[in-house]
C-alpha cells in the first residue's frame, strides 16, 4: 500500500482494511508516501490518484470543473471569484454524471472495497450520496443495499439504459434520513464482508471529494483565501481542508489553508449555532425543537460531524472558519442569477453556499479582492432529465424504521437460496 491510516486522536498508524473506524469520536486520516504528480492523461478525480486511498484507478470517471466565474464575481462584488462545479455541463467538461460532487466520493470508494475484497457497500441517504453509488454500483456491477426515507425514494434514478441488477433499495416507509441511517447500520453489523461506504469516516470519501481543491490551487495557480460550500455532515469541507494541507506539506503551495466558510438553512442548523456559540460538540438546543421545513434539505443532517477529532469544529478552528446561515429567499435570488448567468440549473445545497457568499461580503468576513472558491456541489441535473430518458430505480424492498433490519436480512436469505 501506498498509504497507511493514521488516528487523528493517538497519532498511531494502522494498516488499511476498509477501516472505518479505530478510536472513539476521532477521525482516521490517510497518510501518503508520494509527492502528488498530476496525470493529467486521465479524467477527474484519477488526476490525482497518488492521494487517494486505493491500489489502482478504474474506468469510472467523476471530477471537477473549476473556472473564474467572472461575471458572477462581478455581481456579487468580487473580482476573483472561482467556482468548482460538480454536475452535468458537458460542453463546459462537467464530470459528475449523476448532478453531485457525490460522484467524486463513490468512484473511489467502490475501488477501495474491491481493494480490500469487500462483498457490497451498504449506503443510507437523502438523495445525492444514494444516486451516486447507485449509478456507478450499478455500472461496476457491485452489490449495493441503498437506504432512504420514504421521502427521498424519488431522487433514486438513472438513465433509462443504466444497469441498477447489482443494486437493492430499500425504502423505509415510517422514517427519515436518520432512521435509514439506524437500519443501514443495523444491518451492516449481521452481514459479514458487507462494508458500509461509511459517511465521513470513510478515507475514500473524504479524499476524493477534497480532490476538489487540488483541481483548484492549479487552476488558479495559489490556494485560495476563502472556501464556501453548503454542509449538512461534513465530509466535503474536512476532505478539502486535509488535501490542502497535504499540498502546503508537500511543497506545492504556500499556505495558509484556505478559510472555511461552512452554510446552512436558517431553520436547521445545528453546526453554525455551535461554533458561533465557542462550543466544540453539539447539544440538543442546537437543533429546532421539532421538524421544520428548509430550502436545502440535502443539508438537514441530524448528526454532522462536529466533535470528532479532526471533524468539522477542528477545521473550522485551524482555518479561522465562519459559518453562516441562509434564508430560504437569498438563497433562490442566488440560484435564479447564478443560472441567468451561467446558463445551467444547479442544486439548493449551491445556492445556499452562493448566498452565504454575498452575506460574507456584506460583514466584512471577506474583502472584494479576495481569491474566493465558490463550491456549486450540485447542478445540470434538471438540464440532464430533459436531455436523456431517466427512471425512478424501483425498491426491492419497503420495511418499517422498527422490522427494517429483520426485514432485509430475512428477504435476503430468501434471495440467496433462490426462492
Not at 477542528?314 to 437569498?330: F, N
Amino acid at each position: 500500500m501506498k498509504y497507511v491510516l493514521k488516528c487523528l486522536k493517538t497519532n498511531e498508524e494502522i494498516s488499511d482494511d476498509y477501516t472505518l473506524h479505530h478510536t472513539d469520536n476521532a477521525l482516521l486520516q490517510a497518510q501518503y508516501d508520494a509527492v502528488i504528480t498530476i496525470h493529467n492523461e486521465a479524467k477527474g478525480v484519477w488526476r490525482f490518484v497518488d492521494w487517494l486511498p486505493v491500489t489502482q484507478t478504474n474506468r469510472y470517471t467523476a471530477g471537477t470543473l473549476t473556472y473564474k466565474a467572472e461575471q458572477i464575481g462581478k455581481a456579487l462584488g468580487l473580482s476573483d471569484l472561482w467556482v468548482t462545479f460538480h454536475g452535468h455541463w458537458p460542453e463546459r467538461g462537467g464530470l459528475c454524471p449523476t448532478g453531485s460532487f457525490k460522484d467524486m466520493e463513490a468512484v473511489p470508494t467502490i475501488q477501495r472495497l474491491q481493494d480490500h475484497n469487500g462483498r457490497g457497500l451498504i449506503c443510507a441517504s437523502a438523495g445525492n450520496t444514494a444516486r451516486a453509488f447507485t449509478h456507478f454500483c450499478g455500472a461496476s456491477e457491485t452489490p449495493l443495499i441503498v437506504v432512504v426515507g420514504k421521502e427521498h425514494a424519488h431522487r433514486i434514478w438513472v438513465r433509462e439504459e443504466h444497469p441498477t441488477a447489482s443494486v437493492r433499495l430499500v425504502v423505509v416507509e415510517d422514517g427519515d434520513y436518520a432512521d435509514a441511517k439506524k437500519v443501514a447500520k443495523g444491518i451492516s453489523a449481521q452481514l459479514p464482508g458487507w462494508q458500509m461506504e461509511g459517511g465521513v469516516h470513510n478515507v475514500a470519501r473524504r479524499d476524493g471529494i477534497g480532490s476538489l481543491i487540488i483541481d483548484a490551487a492549479y487552476a488558479i495557480g495559489r490556494l485560495p483565501d476563502h472556501y464556501f460550500q453548503g454542509v449538512g455532515g461534513g465530509p466535503g469541507p474536512i476532505g478539502v481542508h486535509e488535501m490542502a494541507e497535504r499540498l502546503i506539506r508537500s511543497g506545492e503551495f504556500s499556505g495558509p489553508v484556505p478559510r472555511q466558510h461552512l452554510s446552512q438553512n436558517v431553520e436547521h442548523c445545528p453546526i453554525h449555532n455551535a461554533w458561533q456559540a465557542g462550543r466544540d460538540h453539539l447539544v440538543p438546543k442546537d437543533y429546532p425543537a421539532s421538524e421544520v421545513a428548509v430550502y436545502s434539505d440535502y443539508l438537514l443532517n441530524k448528526g454532522p460531524a462536529y466533535g470528532l477529532t479532526g471533524a468539522l469544529y477542528d477545521i473550522l478552528k485551524a482555518s479561522d472558519g465562519q459559518t453562516h446561515v441562509v434564508t430560504r429567499d437569498d438563497a433562490m435570488t442566488c440560484k435564479r442569477l447564478f443560472e441567468e448567468t451561467e446558463g445551467i440549473d444547479i442544486m439548493t445545497p449551491g445556492a445556499v453556499a452562493m448566498a452565504s457568499v454575498q452575506q460574507a461580503l456584506a460583514k466584512g468576513d471577506i474583502q472584494p479582492s479576495d481569491c474566493v472558491v465558490l463550491n456549486i456541489s450540485g447542478g445540470g441535473v434538471e438540464r440532464l432529465r430533459n436531455e436523456h430518458a431517466t427512471r425512478v430505480v424501483e425498491p426491492w424492498l419497503r420495511v418499517t424504521v422498527a422490522e427494517g433490519v429483520q426485514q432485509i436480512l430475512k428477504r435476503l436469505a430468501l434471495d440467496e437460496s433462490g426462492q
